[in-house]
């Protein structure tokens, strides 16, 4: 069974830097390498976002709203994809979910709640 799960997340000041991680510890390096990997995030009353993808064929992708602040990156070896978030802000507070998509799955991480804030 496919499964991801992601790590990292906690309470951070507003300015400060958090690396979210997300594994995957069931599947075989030959089958992670074909995921498109990807995190979302989901804020209180609003609907879940794309932030970040990276994809099977290594092409990365950062939404607007986190351009310049926010970067992923992958380690196949350790079948793991990372969010690196700097410069935070309140507004960055949300859920954050981790996804993986190829040919014949959809698969989502239960989720790492970040909260920006004193």
């Known amino acids: 069974q496919v499964q991801f799960v992601e790590s990292g997340g906690g309470l951070v000041q507003p300015g400060g830097s958090l690396r979210l991680s997300c594994t995957a510890p069931?599947?075989?390096?030959?089958?992670?390498?074909?995921?498109?990997m990807g995190w979302y995030r989901q804020a209180p009353g609003k609907q879940r976002e794309l932030v970040a993808t990276?994809?099977?064929?290594?092409?990365?992708n950062i939404a607007d709203a986190v351009k310049g602040r926010f970067s992923i990156s992958k380690n196949n070896s350790k079948k793991t994809v990372y969010l690196q978030m700097n410069d935070l802000k309140p507004e960055d507070t949300a859920v954050y979910y981790c996804?993986?998509?190829?040919?014949?799955?959809?698969?989502w991480g239960p989720g790492t709640q970040v909260t920006v804030g004193t």
């Open positions: 990276f994809t099977s064929g290594g092409t990365t």
């Open positions: 069931r599947i075989i390096l030959s089958t992670f390498t074909l995921y498109t």
């Open positions: 996804r993986g998509t190829s040919a014949e799955r959809d698969v």
